[in-house]
């Protein structure tokens, strides 16, 4: 185990474990440096996407075990509080205050911290008490009704958009404007991340055309909803996909040059939507005459917006990823690396995912925590007995 680096070395954060999101958020924090601690339940959560040891979502952290209905378990979290700069959860409105751990329990321990919370729905409105999941944040908000084709249904997105975009990213990015308030003024706040209001945000260039009357309501009609043909996926010969992406004139040309060069001939005139049907039609026979790895190497050194679509797997070796590292090995797990880069403060996989409670003894002793042994043999603490 290597020691954290990155921009973020130095900051202190509490993790109060969660599931999907929450975890995404500390992990970006701790990949970029920052001293993450997860506070997990005794045996770990009900809900595993993938085995403890195995989810990339846990890396780069230690993860402590506290029994917090147990007398002083929330007094443990309490005394690390006083030592962080920022505290996460992700938890429904009310759990937190009803652990005794809300915003008003945990900045009277430490006023300069920073709380931030990630919800759904958000601290307030009609449907904050309310369960949903991603893809009901997202139909909410609006960004699920726009995706998809015309006269098809809505098309989910995996949990990227709401959960990891309108969530985690924004929780990021709020506790760290709040985290530069903190230190230049000394006053900690809390900031209240909801998936539906980072999901509205995202929509902002699509409501300034929605606004401006170039974006219909009809779904698959637009020009980045494979409404245009020079903006949409085509299917190869080997039953595989290319994707189109040339919007401006100069790389449609250019993708034009490409069909030339293997004598396909003439595309009709794009600039003209009474052409666009037969247009379509003609990419779509023209693709189905090669394979994809063909037309990938056709396309490759060109800038016509064409390119393969790959699966998760296909990406991991895809050479432009080779090149820059951006899937890694490590630890046995192929992951992504972390991102975004910085060339005075590099980040790096320093840490494999810990399973509930493994470094419970570890974490809490580094952070300055005094009478560990007796927590852990009054059951406060779970420290797991090695397998």
Known sequence: MSQATGPLAG???????????????????????????????PGGNALQVAPPERDILGRNRPSVAIDLKAPGGVDVVLDLVEKADIFLEGLRPGVMERL???????????????????????????????????????????????IGRAEGPPQVPLNLLGDFAGGSLYLVTGVLAALTHARASGQGQVVDA??????????????????????????????????VPFYDVYETSDGLWMSVGGLEPQFWYAMQEV??????????????????????????SWFLTRTQDEWAQLFDGT???????????????????????????????????PAPRFSATGTGI????????????????????????????????VQPQED
């Not at 954060?13 to 701790?30: K, Q, R, S, T, Y």
């Not at 990949?31 to 997860?38: E, M, S, T, Y």
């Not at 009277?108 to 307030?124: A, D, L």
């Not at 030339?260 to 666009?276: E, I, M, Q, Y």
């Open 100 to 146: 005794g751990l809300g915003p008003d329990a945990v900045l009277e321990r430490n006023p300069r911290i920073v709380y931030g919370r990630m919800t759904g729905w958000g601290q307030t409105g009609p449907l904050a008490p309310r369960a949903g999941h991603d893809i009901n944040y997202i139909a909410v908000a609006g960004g699920l009704g726009p």
């Open 194 to 227: 909801a998936i539906t209001d980072g999901v509205a945000h995202l929509l902002s260039m699509t409501v300034s055309m929605q606004q401006s009357g170039s974006w219909s309501s009809r779904r698959g009609t637009n020009l980045l909803d494979t409404g």
């Open 259 to 284: 069909f030339a060069s293997v004598g396909l001939g003439d595309l009709p005139d794009r600039n003209d939507p009474k052409n666009w049907p037969e247009l379509r039609e003609t990419l779509r």
């Open 11 to 41: 900051v202190r954060v509490i993790e109060m474990v969660g599931i999907g999101p929450g975890p995404f958020a500390a992990m970006l924090l701790a990949d970029l440096g920052a001293d993450v601690i997860r506070i997990d339940r």
């Open 350 to 381: 320093h840490r494999a995912p810990d399973k509930p409670g493994a470094s419970t003894r570890e974490a809490l002793t580094a952070w300055g925590i005094e009478n560990v042994d007796d927590l852990i043999a009054n059951k406060v603490a």
């Open 303 to 337: 800038d016509s917006c064409v390119a393969p679509v790959m699966s998760i797997d296909e990406a991991f070796d895809h050479p432009h990823n080779v090149a820059r590292g951006t899937y890694v090995t490590e630890y046995g797990i192929t992951q992504p690396a």
